[in-house]
């Protein structure tokens, strides 16, 4: 352990600390700007030198391990001297237009230059301008004030896993920039803006919308994944201007994703509703809050006594927080409603009983970092849930092994070994591999494929493997029994299992019985209270209660929903935005967005977080609890008398008392359950894969016009061949129902030959029926390569 | 993009590092794609970063880096006349004008013809045959006005084994 | 005086680069003693120590030492590598090793290879030496076809294979741990040391990397004994060292003397000056070393510590020469673009303060100077110098520094006539 000497401080420091780190320690402050805690050492700026005893030269604090009997001066003339003559040298091609960058205020190179620059400079010569490059709608570029640290290209090179920008040219002529001015595409790109420590990378969308130290921060959670990631949100009066990460070390580290740091600019979409609106003569009137609150319960108690209370069915976001689930159970099971539904793209409900007390992932996020063997079972965490992602590549960086079995080749930003399933053949993959880890199909393991053998030899062999379920298996039309085969492999390959929840409030939504069948804590519902085999949209439904949903776009059974919902006696929707309610609600209540409200979620963890409300809420929007409030003293439903969010809280901390984190991942399944496994390649069409892509996947983050991706589809070249169509063909799909849309084809040996990927979560695709439906293909027009 | 036999000579380049040093190549792949192509398009540097499986970017930064890859077409013959200081003594200046002059195109320029571009280099490592230049896989040592003059008149007329 | 004795002894002979040749002249005599001598690795790490044999590329670090910095009994492939891109301005000797005596240089890294237990080597040649390059792979071929390369190496259980890896342009790329960033597919630029390349080289595996005219010393080392080599010399300044003498001479060349050999004689053996032209300045080792007067350099003898004492450097042996024909302004802003032209980019104040400097010799150099730009310049070199990575930075400031200091009526001239006090100088442009 050496001793060193900081300033005249002591201190005694682990082998292989650098001087930085244990000035860090210190408390003791050294310029920086390459050098960043969570990137590789490049040492390249050199504004930390420091003068250290006996050592001819300066030396980098952020690269010099400490050695024992190390004498350090941070601030004598000649660390000092070397500071300024580094500074100076950054100076002297950097514009000085702060005026007018948006790093003002936020500017390493600013605070730097405050406490250690010369004041005045020798430089006269001309400066540099370097050309700017267009990059994408996320990350504004103003080159000529980049001070080459190179963390953005370490940054991709590290930790997004992707490198996009890179270092080019040599010299003073060195450039940051990707290929030949390509967008960055990196979930986590938004990231290298925080990391820049000049105005070179700005957010494109907060570009010149105001001063940072104007801006009002409010520590906040991100609303879309289950990662549940700490972020800053900012804002200048009523707007969101901004959201950047809070350093959480055990959630998201310092990172965010793109969705969870640009998704605000939705907040501000054309189709917000700010009052009240009621369906008179066939169209949607604003009215007052008074009027809309009357018509919400006279329509409701209207169907509940003609049809009775099995005839309502209550759809809510896994988005909303820990209180809003509460209440809206709260608030149906007092109707007598048992139809509550957040499980918006699942479509088989036959192995409800089987699902735990939550999606747990029964470990901490931390703690991924080091598992050895990963099984991903039809999940992609790198889009579903990116810093949780981000967990799985550095155990893979520290040399573990993660496996993706999917319906689908899914492009990760670490090595994957991927096993594909035959379309339609999703529960038989996982069956297999349980077969051949049980040894019982050594018989015949000669006629698998190499990679399942492998894939089996590795869960074989592994000490504690640990399989990750994901949404994918919860989106399949036979869910049930491939979770059960799922179970089976668990089982006898002795692994552990953790759910990779859906969405940021997936786990609330489970624990809060916004589930038929179960109350808060899991506790039965006493009656059988299984959904019908249509779910939240079965036909023997007449009214819903929507909150925060858009069925059209976010139900896996789209074409169900609208249709459910189009024939309905009465619709509520309590949302932020109208979109497709217009065509089909009675009464609309605008409630505010999670910037403008507060609340608690739990986390993929099981971790309880709360945030606050940034701004206030839109026009007359109302907090959804309010409204839920409001509307359970409308239709007389006792117990739900709140006056705040605290009570609230505390009402539904009673109700699910202390319950354990981990959780066993399976409960029982039924007897007998059939597989629902589809044909590869049902007569003349091809079966429907898919997924939300981080972009489409809720109401907020696919108004963010800045990250908005348009829809396509993929097919295996073989299947393309075989249709006659090509990459970049404008493809006509037709879905069962005659329902047709066009969209651009993308060749990908990656999906299994018959079926074809669509993104979705878009209008077109949503009205092709949903995973494991048939469409039938043609080539419409002219590809787009030959217009081209 | 690339011919067999450039696909070879990238093949064998490969060979001589270890299996999961495919990056070593990096440098060679370049040099032997511009060989063929006389140049480096972006596609190209692209292609042969997806030979290497690298990201585009890092094969764009290394053909950015390395003055020998040219990223814009240059002529047949590219003469590189070193300027660093003991052919610079030996009058590299006065080559390097008369080459100008006589071709009728500045520095960094390709003739019309596209027979001929003159660039000027640093230090070729062969200070004692001073002024030296490189062209194509040779030197030409001890340049003197009358020597270019006989060296482009030979190139003119299609020879280009000169020495 | 045992001149052009050592590594260019075969120059003057036909096919001097073919195996046969150099077989005939006693060629791998040497690795034969090794391996079937047999010598152990520390016996020859012994003799290369007693020989005082200094790295020929410039930073002139004891070889023996080095090659027992080479870890013993590590897990992995342990790296040889041969530094063969020369590029300081001034200096062409490896060139004509590579040229001439290929086989002496791969003899010497296999000695190397088997001294410090090296499985795998590369030559690194700069990417413009294309004919040294097909000479030296030619032999790389000739040597396994012999069995001196490969497997069980003259049928013992030694292996080492040796390949040449191109460089693309880049003087950077002679600084060791740029080099191997080279080798590995990657923009040339320094490493921050430590850790050095004997605990995490090419590969993040231990290396050892030596110039080409160092190697093709070792097999004479061998032969003959440290001892012998070292007498060739002087104490601490063992043996010969190839000089090339550039610039203003009337036969430039490559010449291999004894350490210690005056220069006076040296300049002699390159033809002399010019008729009718006086001594102005000489940098004796390549343009990252100060300058040294005229006057002052006649005196000197040229071996490490002699250059050293005269407050410049033998650095590779790249003597230029530059007589009063010349403007010593013009002289430097030359060379300061080499600096700026090759600095890597990598760390501030090179990226930033090469082109500073060249910048401002130029506008001085161009009528265009100011009062102050002699502080200046000293200034920003004073701003550069110790506080990079890597040692170009250094380089590029010695000429300016020792220029100003030698020749500051010249720069004052620029600046205060607007015109060049060597006016002859003119003509050349």
């Known amino acids: 352990m050496p001793r060193i000497e900081i300033d005249g401080q002591e201190l005694e420091v682990s082998a292989g600390t650098t001087i930085m780190e244990a000035a860090t320690q210190l408390g003791i402050y050294i310029p920086f700007f390459c050098y960043h805690p969570k990137l590789s050492v490049a040492a390249n700026c050199r504004m930390c030198l420091v003068d250290v005893e006996k050592q001819a030269k300066p030396l980098p604090a952020c690269a010099t391990p400490a050695s024992d009997g190390m004498k350090i001066s941070t601030s004598s003339r000649r660390a000092r001297m070397a500071q300024q003559g580094v500074l100076e040298f950054l100076l002297i091609n950097h514009p000085l237009d702060c005026p007018i960058c948006d790093q003002g205020g936020e500017c390493p190179l600013q605070d730097v230059t405050m406490g250690y620059a010369n004041p005045h400079s020798l430089y006269t010569e001309e400066k ?28 991709g090179q590290e930790i997004g896993g992707i490198m996009e920008l890179g270092a080019t040219g040599r010299g003073e002529k060195m450039a940051i920039g990707t290929y030949v001015g390509r967008a960055v595409r990196s979930e986590l790109s938004g990231n290298m803006i925080d990391l820049c420590p000049v105005g070179a990378l700005t957010s494109k969308p907060f570009r010149y919308r105001a001063r940072s130290w104007e801006l009002k921060h409010t520590p906040s959670l991100c609303p879309h994944c289950s990662t549940g990631c700490s972020t800053d949100v900012q804002s200048l009066g009523r707007e969101v201007l901004r959201v950047t990460p809070r ?14 740091r640009f998704a605000y600019a939705g907040l501000g979409a054309s189709d917000r509703i700010t009052r009240p609106l009621l369906r008179v003569n066939g169209r949607l009137q604003e009215v007052s809050w008074a009027e809309a609150l009357d018509a919400a319960a006279a329509g409701l108690e209207q169907v509940l006594a003609e049809n009775g209370p099995d005839s309502v069915s209550g759809v809510i976001s896994p988005q909303s927080t820990n209180e809003e689930l509460f209440l809206f159970q709260g608030l149906l099971r007092g109707l007598g409603v048992q139809a509550i539904e957040h499980r918006l793209r699942q479509t088989d409900f036959r192995a409800d009983a089987a699902m735990p ?24 965490p790198r889009e579903q849930q990116p810093l949780t992602n981000h967990r799985l590549r550095k155990s893979v960086l520290a040399g573990g092994q993660v496996w993706a079995v999917d319906s689908v080749r899914r492009e990760f930003n670490y090595p994957v070994h991927g096993l594909v399933a035959e379309a339609g053949q999703d529960a038989a993959l996982y069956r297999t591999l349980a077969r051949c880890v049980q040894g019982l199909a050594e018989e015949d393991g000669a006629g698998l494929p190499a990679e399942v053998l492998e894939a089996a030899c590795a869960l074989r062999d592994a000490a504690d493997p640990l399989l990750l379920v994901g949404s994918g298996v919860l989106q399949h039309p036979g869910a049930a029994g491939l979770m059960a085969a799922i179970a089976e492999l668990a089982e006898a390959a002795g692994a552990r299992v953790g759910w990779l929840a859906e969405a ?6 489970w624990l809060l019985g916004c589930v038929p069948g179960r109350l808060p804590g899991g506790v039965p519902a006493g009656t059988d209270s299984r959904p019908p085999a249509g779910g939240a949209w079965d036909a023997r439904f007449r009214a819903w209660i929507l909150m925060g949903v858009e ?21 509520l929707t309590i949302s932020a935005f109208l979109g497709e309610a217009e065509a089909y609600a ?22 309880l977080q709360s945030f606050r409300a940034a701004v206030k809420a839109s026009g007359e929007a109302r907090p959804a609890w309010k409204i839920l409030r409001v509307l359970a003293d409308h239709l007389q439903v006792a117990d739900l008398a709140f006056d705040d969010l605290d009570s609230v809280r505390s009402a539904w901390e009673t109700r699910l008392g202390d319950f354990p984190l981990d959780v066993p991942a399976f409960g029982g399944f039924p007897e007998g359950l059939a597989l629902m496994e589809g044909a590869g390649s049902p007569g003349e069409g091809c079966r429907i894969l898919g997924d939300w892509s981080i972009y489409q996947g809720d109401p907020l983050v696919r108004r963010s016009v800045p990250l908005q991706q348009p829809a396509g589809c993929r097919l295996h070249p073989e299947t393309a061949a075989r249709q006659g169509l090509r990459d970049g063909d404008m493809v006509e799909l037709q879905g069962p129902g005659g329902q047709g849309t066009q969209l651009p084809l993308a060749l990908d040996a990656g999906v299994a030959p018959g079926a074809i990927w669509l993104s979705l979560g878009h209008p077109g695709t949503q009205a092709l029926g949903g995973v494991g439906a048939t469409v039938v293909l043609a080539r419409a027009g002219v590809s787009a390569g030959a217009q081209a | 993009m690339l011919s067999e036999a450039s696909l070879a000579e990238i093949a064998r380049e490969r060979a001589k590092y270890p299996p999961e040093r495919a990056r070593s190549a990096l440098l060679a792949a370049l040099r032997i794609a511009q060989a063929e192509h006389g140049y480096l398009p ?6 042969v970063a997806g030979l290497l499986e690298l990201p585009a970017i890092q094969a764009f930064e290394v053909a950015t880096f390395y003055s020998m890859y040219d990223l814009r077409p240059v002529g047949k013959y590219k003469f590189c006349v070193c300027g660093s200081v003991s052919c610079f003594l030996n009058g590299s200046d006065g080559i390097l004008a008369h080459l100008q002059e006589r071709l009728g195109v500045g520095l960094g320029e390709t003739t019309p013809d596209g027979l001929f571009t003159i660039a000027e280099v640093e230090c070729l490592g062969a200070c004692k045959d001073a002024p030296v230049m490189q062209l194509g896989d040779r030197y030409v040592e001890t340049l003197t006005p009358e020597s270019l003059d006989v060296l482009i008149g030979q190139l003119r007329g299609g020879r280009d084994d000169v020495r | 005086m045992y001149v052009n004795g050592v590594t260019l002894r075969n120059r003057g002979l036909p096919d001097s680069h073919r195996i046969g040749v150099y077989r005939q002249t006693g060629g791998y005599g040497a690795l034969a003693k090794v391996l079937q001598g047999p010598m152990s690795p520390d016996q020859i790490i012994s003799e290369m120590k007693l020989s005082a044999l200094r790295g020929r590329g410039g930073a002139g670090f004891p070889t023996g030492l080095k090659w027992s910095f080479m870890p013993k009994g590590v897990a992995g492939t342990k790296y040889l590598l041969c530094n063969a891109d020369e590029g300081e301005p001034g200096t062409c000797k490896d060139r004509d090793i590579m040229r001439y005596e290929p086989h002496r240089l791969i003899e010497g890294m296999i000695i190397g290879a088997y001294a410090m237990g090296a499985r795998s080597g590369y030559i690194y040649i700069r990417g413009e030496f294309v004919e040294p390059i097909r000479t030296v792979e030619a032999a790389i071929d000739e040597a396994y076809a012999a069995g001196l390369l490969g497997e069980r190496i003259l049928g013992t259980d030694f292996s080492f294979d040796l390949a040449v890896h191109r460089g693309a342009g880049a003087y950077i790329c002679g600084e060791e741990t740029a080099l191997m960033e080279s080798l590995e597919g990657k923009k040339g630029q320094p490493r921050f040391k430590p850790p050095f390349p004997a605990s995490y080289g090419l590969y993040g595996q231990p290396t050892t990397i030596n110039n080409v005219e160092t190697f093709a010393s070792v097999p004479d080392i061998v032969l003959h004994g440290g001892e012998w080599f070292l007498k060739l010399g002087k104490p601490n300044n ?4 190839i000089f090339s003498v550039t610039g203003h001479v009337r036969n430039p060349g490559n010449f291999e003397v004894p350490m210690g050999t005056p220069f006076r004689d040296l300049l002699g053996m390159a033809g002399g000056l010019h008729p009718g032209r006086r001594l102005k300045a000489v940098i004796p080792g390549g343009t990252s070393t100060a300058m040294v007067a005229g006057d002052a350099m006649m005196e000197l003898a040229m071996d490490y510590d002699s250059i050293s004492k005269a407050g410049s450097a033998l650095g590779a042996g790249s003597v230029i020469v530059i007589d009063d024909s010349v403007c010593i302004v013009r002289v430097v802003e030359r060379i300061a673009r080499f600096y700026m032209h090759e600095s890597c980019g990598q760390c501030t104040p090179c990226r930033e303060g090469m082109g500073w400097l060249w910048r401002v010799l130029h506008r001085i150099e161009n009528g265009q100077g100011r009062e102050p730009d002699l502080d200046l310049l000293q200034n920003v070199g004073s701003r550069i110098e110790g506080r990079t990575i890597c040692a170009l930075a250094d380089g590029g400031v010695a000429p300016v520094v020792s220029s100003l200091r030698l020749f500051p009526e010249e720069y004052e001239h620029h600046i205060r006539q607007g015109s060049c006090l060597v006016t002859d100088s003119r003509s050349v442009a």
């Not at chain 1, 301008?129 to 963390?151: F, H, N, S, W, Y």
């Not at chain 1, 350093?247 to 310092?254: F, P, S």
């Not at chain 1, 069925?551 to 619709?571: E, I, K, T």
């Open chain 1, 357 to 380: 007390l939550y999606p747990a992932l029964n470990m901490s996020l931390e703690h991924l970092e080091g598992e050895s063997l990963v099984f991903l079972c039809h999940a992609y």
């Open chain 1, 128 to 155: 540099r301008v370097v050309e700017d490059k267009d990059i994408g709608p996320l990350i504004a570029t103003e080159m000529t004030r980049c001070i080459q640290c190179t963390r953005c290209v370490r940054f």
């Open chain 1, 504 to 509: 940021a409030n997936s786990a609330g939504a």
């Open chain 2, 42 to 47: 972006e596609t190209l540097v692209e292609y």
């Open chain 1, 586 to 607: 009675d009464v609309v209540l605008p409630m505010a967005v999670w910037a403008e409200s507060a609340g608690s979620y739990f986390n993929n963890e099981g971790r």
């Open chain 3, 238 to 241: 063992g043996g010969t060292k």
């Open chain 1, 551 to 571: 069925p059209g776009l976010d139900a896996m059974a789209a074409v169900q929903a609208r249709q459910s919902l189009a024939d309905a006696r009465f619709v």
């Open chain 1, 247 to 260: 350093i959480n070390e055990a959630v998201n580290e310092e990172w965010i994703c793109d969705r969870g």
